[in-house]
Structure formats: C-alpha cells, structure tokens
DNA sequence: ATACATGTAACTATACATGTTACAGCTAAA
DNA sequence: TTTAGCTGTAACATGTATAGTTACATGTAT
C-alpha cells in the first residue's frame, strides 16, 4: 500500500471549515484549498459524517463540524479515515508449525497493542491555533 | 498509511536468529517460519544488515544480531525496513496561494514530529520473552 | 425551470509490497 | 578443484490501495 495523505487532508478540511464558516465551504472551493479534486474531498467528507466529526446536507454547500473543534483529535479524525486499526500491521501468513512463526503474531500484537495504547493519548486537537 | 507486513516480517527474522543461533539459519528456512519466499526474507535482511542490526556474509548461512537483543528496540527495526520518517504523510501537494493550504503542512509537521518524539521513547525490544 | 450543490459508483493511473525467476559470486567440503 | 548450497541483487509479475476523474442521481434555492 502506499503512504496515504488522507488524514493530512482531512484535517486540511476539518481546519478550513472551521476557520471559514461564512465564506464558500462548496467541496470545488476546498479542493482549490487542497490542490486536490472535488469527489476527493467529498470523499473523505463522507467518511468524517460516518465517523459523526462533521455534518452535512445533500445540496448544501454548509458543511460544519459536529463538535466544537477542541472536542475533535487528530487520532479521531485518523480512526475517520484509516481503516486499520493501528499504524502497524501484523504478517498473520506466518508458518503455524513453526514455534516462532506460531508465536511471533501474538507476541507482536501485544507490543503493538501497547504502543498504540500509549500513543493515542498524546494526538494532538485540531490545529486552531493557526488562526 | 502503509499497510505493509515488513517490521512484522522483519521483527520475525531477528527473533528467529536470536532465539535458534544453532539451527539452520539459511533464508529458506527462515522463510519457511515467515512462510514466505527467501528472497524476500534475503531482501530484508539486506535492509536489517544495511542499518547495522545484523551481520552477515555471502555464501555463510550464519547470520547474527550485530548487537545483544536487549539494544536493538523495535523502532530501530522499523527505520530500518521502512523508508518513511514518520507514520503519518502530510501533503505537500495544497495550494500555497491559500492561507490554509500554505500554512497546513506546518502545523500539521508540528504536530507530527510532536507525536513521533514522544512515541520514540515507546516502542518495545525484541521479543525475546517468548524464549 | 434552472443553476449549482452533494453523494456515490465506476473507471483509470500510479505507487508500492510481495512473490518469483534468474544468475553472479562466495563458502565449505569431498 | 569440482560440486552443492548459500548470499546478494536485478528484473519482472502480480495484487492491492490511493488518488484523480467522469458521470449521474438527487437535493436545494431562487
């Protein structure tokens, strides 16, 4: 898979819309933002809706954020957009009769588990303080 | 975000020499544990040997840890096989002419590098408690 | 009605991980 | 020194996810 620049992008949009709530928040106008394409920036609208960070109205180019925008982290906005549950995927195709290959998934899903546990609370809030 | 199985492969691998420095330490066995192909593993290990991490030489099926276990950490393991610095991708692709596509990549590099600090100081050993 | 918006499906191009074949070159043992 | 087996690496194929794009059904508002 490749590096993804969803989750830059979607706080791009989360930060656009909460900075300009009276000029023009149609998907054309936050893609100039972007440099990106307005199915792309609707696209990732969508998945933010999903994920209940933002609302929306079919037609209507007022899109707003669900929440005030020191109640929206970064980490949730990644959860909007990423499907993977962590940064870190683990090789679940390791050989089961082999005593590491059998073993090596659980232990590294712990490690990871730990990691990520830790990690999740230092995500930063939206980036306001550009304003 | 990559959604690649190489730091697990990898992780994998280390373990497997550290734990079995007696057994057949060839690349077909080793991917045989992974259940992958050995030039795969070859490859890796290529990249772990180019970090320093492990030592080995052409035509020995005799690889080892280039450091005792305990000093190998698993982010040395994912700089090692990953080329990107840092799990999360900004885009640098928006729009300079824009405040918020200007300014973006900034902040979000701030709040980047902030998340990363922190999570450096994170990240596990080898796995070597399986032993 | 008309202009313009969202929501979403479908297709394409691109990038990258992974698998595979091939082979040059090294090692060790007969 | 011949031979088997290994590493190191290039080259190519394949699978999959991102991102860009076109198209269109549908909603909004004047």
Redesign the interface.
Known sequence: ?????K???A??IL??IA??PNHDLSSTQIA?????NPVVIRRIMSQLKKANLLLSENGKATPSLAHDSHNIS?LDVYHAV?N?PT?????D???PN?P??S??KT??DT?YT??QK??NK???RL?L??L
């Open positions: 898979m490749k590096n993804s620049t989750l830059s992008d706080m791009h930060t656009y900075i300009n100039q933002s972007v440099n990106s970064m990423e993977e940064f870190l995927k683990i090789d195709q390791t050989n082999c590491i290959g073993q090596i232990v590294l490690d730990s990691i830790r990690q230092k995500w930063q980036p303080r550009m």
